[in-house]
């Protein structure tokens, strides 16, 4: 359940990629990104490739610097974050979780090499026995047991469900506020996804951890997330609790996202197929980016870009027909939601005031 | 909650590979052991190395003093015969292990480390740093080395050996540093590296811990092939007068041969036997370049039924 | 099966080691009919890549075959050398890999791959390799002005399409697919299996589709097997599959994807992690992360029974504890009267 604080807020967040050499064109990776995560909560963050949810999360993750916009974690924005020692501590709490777990582990090191030089940076107030402690306590947290024996063998000896384990026991060991997981299940059997998204959701309900969760898949991204943030070609289309945007998804990208995810329990019959990929955005113009694939698609959509915009409480689309600025949704149940014009908290949609997009 | 206990590891993964990155000598023993082309190195290394510390077990002769009969074929009492000036061959080429292999480890420890250095850096620091340090290993590559060789030590003449292993060194570093910021620039994306960052590692640090024991088998790789170099080269300029001619090593035996016609003379032996030991030496640490690629690579190794066993 | 277009007998293939060799494919035994869909799927190291390489005769050392055959319209492809294959290869059969990035050269253009695959087969005419190029790129929906675009050109699903097009050239009767569809996104994926489909339908092929994804073949194929340490562990028609999972080890596969159907569930997936090859537990291969197995599965090793035009590898469905009266064929197993008696 989330509470009231945000932990970490984004405002127009953009990232942008100078590619092309002498010719020097503009690759947009992250656009106008405004999200906020409270505590407590796992927010997933789903998108297909070019989406921009891996550039999100190491801009996050202070690998990459935004080109414009701002990030602000309790209260501080990244940009005053100078010293080494101010940087090491935002790293304490916000570490990351990769994705592949054959080269997230260097393969000359033992676990216990790892753990404990994590520890050594990151909870200076321990000594040695206690970060040995400290390191098998948190390998038990994530099911890794005997941890003893776990200390001291090398990733070679570990399956890839393990050691992905592994990277949030070490995330978890440096006492996190909030962890970004970067596909952190995408390279592992489906059998053993489940594990390990169980393993995510414990995080949040014993140790109270807050996790961003980046994937492509939404099946995954609904059964362990509160709520979900849907990116597409660099901007964040749609937003919400897990079960509304699921059950009543608003953009037409999270509607085709939804009618493409393999179900085996579904007994949908082969429908025709979107034959479209997602865009490599580069030097793009003004305009919705989704609108080549889009069937409801007006002239409207090429020329303005489409702002994030309430479309009921806590649930925010950015799309000229479907969330409309200005226009309120009827719930399901027929009762209207409140105004538009009510300040949103902070754990909910962030809305974007109207203004054209900058940089596009 | 549930836990997962430790089952069965999964797929099958190079046990050798992984041993031989844990580190320790037992490991690395049993590594080469289960290597063939390994084995056969380490026994003509193993063989060399006592020759050089205990030259006197195998050959008692003083191999520089001019005492016995000249030109004399072999014998028991000279096993390959002497020289023109009376000296016991055998000896000569015993005595003479120390220093070819003296020289082809310094010259390959020093180089390998100036690879390292030099390489490793360039990859990881990346930008303007690499730019310059490339250009400056470019232009070591690029510069003709045996000519370059031949004309330092003809200059420096009285400088004797270490002017020999100096240049060598200076000749021989530089393909090893290519290769190795190569194979250190396919490294730096590797999320392993990005953790380090992230886990708030400082860059000496990243290249020291993380970067370096990824890249053994490519470091010892270098090391061998820097060593054979060292055997080649050192033996082809003592061999043209450009050693210390007074020194006690198989090439300055080729030379001393070389000068009195050794072939020709009916002392075949002076001439040859120095020149396959030098062949044997750079094949032993061809052998164990090649065994650690195996060990460093699975997929190149010999597959080599079980013996006796075929399912029918 | 009578006019099976493929007939695999007790195929097994083994990995040399310095020890034991390892079954990566132990005694499989599959049939397929001409224009059929076959799903193979399992976890990672389960074999069934290697079953679709030892099919397709593209292993190498230190893996290969080790007993067992493949009739491929009738003749024995194991015995084949490599000339003879030489004939059948893309002409009969055809391969599409599992990254089309890995398998298209990078410095050629699609029309210059295709072109040497078709002259690799006997076709010489340019014009006609122009034409065919064209006709399986149209198929295949990728707009033939392509055809001088080099693979990083193309996005990922179109490179993969490509991969099917070559496929394609001499319309052969087969095409195996080593999980085509698993370096694409969501959306991607679906249309590229929904045209593979509809490929089939239009020329009449029969597919051979490897996967760790079982979902991504519910809809499309018409028999399933499931495979685990390297053997069969089920083998039926799809929807009876995921309709009504005989083995354990498949119901705990359908169990552990989450949906985006019908009420949030805790899922708890399979515990533990597939055997060692060379390490095998007793008896069954899964009873040790088996949630029904019993004490004699650790010690009696299960054979495939029939259930019903279904086959399992499970204790639970052996003819001995069926509670109906197990009937003789002449020539067959005891084939259990009720089908598949618990999901």
Redo the contacts between chains.
């Keep these: 359940m989330p509470e009231t604080s945000a932990l970490l807020e984004t405002r127009a967040l953009t990232k942008h990629f100078r590619i092309g050499g002498m010719r020097g064109h503009n690759l947009h990776a992250v656009d106008n990104l405004s999200l906020s995560i409270g505590e407590r909560e796992i927010v997933a963050l789903v998108g297909e490739s070019g989406s921009g949810k891996s550039t999100v999360a190491r801009l996050l993750a202070m690998v990459y610097r935004p080109t414009s916009g701002e990030i602000v974690f309790r209260g501080r924005p990244l940009g005053d974050l100078r010293s080494r020692r101010d940087v090491l501590g935002y790293r304490s709490e916000v570490p990351m979780v990769f994705q592949d777990p054959f080269s997230s582990l260097n393969p000359s090191h033992t676990i216990g090499h790892v753990m404990g030089r994590g520890l050594k940076l990151h909870r200076r107030e321990l000594g040695r026995k206690e970060r040995d402690a400290e390191a098998e306590h948190v390998l038990e947290s994530v099911g890794l047991v005997p941890a003893r024996q776990v200390l001291g063998k090398y990733p070679y000896e570990m399956s890839g469900g393990q050691r992905q384990r592994i990277g949030f026991a070490q995330a978890l060991s440096y006492r996190p506020k909030l962890i970004l997981a970067d596909e952190p299940v995408s390279m592992l059997d489906v059998s053993i996804r489940v594990g390990l998204l169980n393993v995510m959701a414990r995080l949040r309900d014993e140790q109270g951890v807050s996790l961003l969760y980046i994937t492509h898949d939404i099946a995954s991204a609904r059964y362990v997330s509160d709520r979900v943030l849907v990116m597409y070609g660099g901007h964040l289309v749609e937003q919400g609790p897990s079960e509304e945007v699921l059950h009543d998804p608003v953009h037409p990208y999270t509607k085709l996202l939804l009618s493409a995810v393999p179900d085996p329990r579904a007994r949908i019959a082969i429908s025709s197929a979107d034959i479209g990929e997602p865009p490599r955005v580069v030097d793009p113009g003004e305009g919705c980016r989704f609108r080549r694939r889009c069937p409801v698609a007006q002239e409207i959509c090429s020329h303005v870009t489409p702002m994030l915009v309430e479309c009921a409480p806590g649930r925010a689309a950015a799309c000229h027909v479907t969330a409309p600025t200005g226009a309120t949704r009827t719930q399901p149940t027929g009762a209207t939601r409140t105004q538009p014009g009510m300040p949103p908290t902070s754990t909910q949609a962030h809305v974007e005031p109207a203004r054209p997009a900058p940089g596009a | ?14 046990e050798l ?2 041993r031989l ?2 580190g320790t000598v037992g490991n690395l023993a049993r590594a080469l052991a ?1 290597n063939r082309k390994a084995m056969a190195g380490t026994v003509v290394l193993a063989f060399f190395a006592f020759c050089a510390v205990f030259p006197g077990v195998l050959a008692s002769d003083n191999p520089n003093a001019e005492i016995y009969a000249r030109a004399a074929a072999p014998s028991a009492a000279h096993l390959l015969g002497t020289t023109s000036y009376g000296q016991d061959v055998f000896a000569q080429l015993v005595w003479g292990t120390r220093q070819s292999l003296v020289i082809a480890l310094v010259v390959g420890g020093l180089a390998t480390v100036l690879s390292v250095a030099i390489g490793v850096t360039a990859a990881y620091l990346g930008g303007i740093a690499d730019d310059v340090l490339s250009l400056f290993t470019d232009v070591f590559l690029v510069i003709p080395a045996f000519p370059l060789i031949v004309v330092i030590a003809a200059y420096s003449k009285n400088g004797g050996d270490t002017i020999l292993i100096a240049v060598l060194v200076a000749t021989g570093w530089s393909y090893g540093a290519r290769q190795l910021r190569s194979q250190a620039l396919s490294l730096r994306s ?3 590296l ?8 400082r860059r000496w640090r990243i290249i020291v811990f ?1 970067i370096l ?2 890249m ?1 088998s490519l470091i010892v790789a270098n090391f061998l092939g820097a060593a054979l170099y060292a055997v080649l080269a050192a033996a082809g300029l003592q061999f043209i007068g450009l050693g210390n001619p007074s020194s006690m090593s198989w090439g300055t035996m080729l030379y001393w041969a070389e000068n009195n016609e050794a072939l020709q003379a009916g002392m075949p032996l002076w001439a040859i036997m120095p020149g396959i030991a030098i062949a044997l030496l750079g094949g032993a640490f061809s052998l164990l370049n090649f065994a650690f690629d195996e060990i460093g690579n699975p997929a190149l190794r010999p ?4 013996r006796g ?4 | 099966m009578a006019d099976a277009i493929l007939e695999v007998h007790g195929l097994s293939v083994e990995y040399l080691t310095r020890r034991e060799p390892a079954h990566a494919v132990d005694n499989v035994s599959v049939d397929l009919a001409p224009g059929e869909f076959l799903g193979i799927v399992g976890e990672s190291g389960c074999g069934k890549s290697t079953l679709l390489f030892a099919i397709a005769q593209l292993l190498s050392p230190p893996a290969e075959i080790s007993g067992g055959e493949v009739l491929f319209k009738g003749k024995n492809m194991v015995q084949m050398t490599e000339r003879q294959l030489r004939t059948v290869r893309w002409k009969d059969y055809s391969v599409v890999m599992q990254s089309a990035m890995n398998a298209l050269n990078p410095v050629k253009s699609i029309a210059a791959q295709f072109a040497d695959a078709m002259r690799a087969h006997g076709t010489r005419s340019k014009s006609d390799i122009a034409a065919r190029s064209r006709e399986v790129l149209a198929l295949v929906g990728i707009d033939p002005v392509h055809l001088s675009s080099f693979p990083h050109q193309l996005s990922g699903g179109m490179r993969q399409r490509a991969m099917i097009a070559m496929a394609l050239l001499f319309s052969p009767e087969l095409i195996l697919m080593d999980e085509p569809t698993s370096a694409l996104d969501v959306v991607a994926q679906r249309s590229l299996m929904v045209q593979i489909k509809e490929l089939q339908r239009e020329l009449g092929f029969a597919i051979i589709f490897v996967t760790h994804d079982m979902s991504l073949v519910s809809h499309f194929s018409d028999r399933l097997v499931v495979m685990y340490a390297g053997q069969v562990a089920e083998l039926g028609p799809t929807r009876e599959v995921f309709d009504a999972p005989m083995h354990p080890y498949t119901s705990g596969l359908l169990d552990a994807f989450p949906s985006i159907y019908g009420p949030k569930v805790h899922l708890d997936g399979i515990p533990g992690s597939p055997p060692d090859l060379g390490a095998l537990p007793s008896g069954c291969r899964f009873n040790p992360r088996c949630s029904r197995s019993t004490a004699a599965c650790s010690t009696t090793v299960p054979e495939l029974y029939e259930v019903g035009g279904r086959t399992v590898r499970c204790l639970l469905h052996a003819p001995e504890r069926s509670d109906a009266v197990a009937g003789l064929r002449e020539g067959s197993r005891p084939m259990t009267v009720e089908a598949g008696s618990d999901a």
């Excluded at chain 2, 066993?309 to 029918?312: E, G, S």
């Design positions: 909650m549930a836990t997962m206990t430790l089952g069965t590891p999964p797929a099958r993964r190079s590979l992984a990155r844990s289960g590797r999320d392993f990005v953790a380090a960052k992230l886990r708030g590692e993380e024991p990824t053994t597959v080599r039924r079980a066993r075929r399912n029918p």
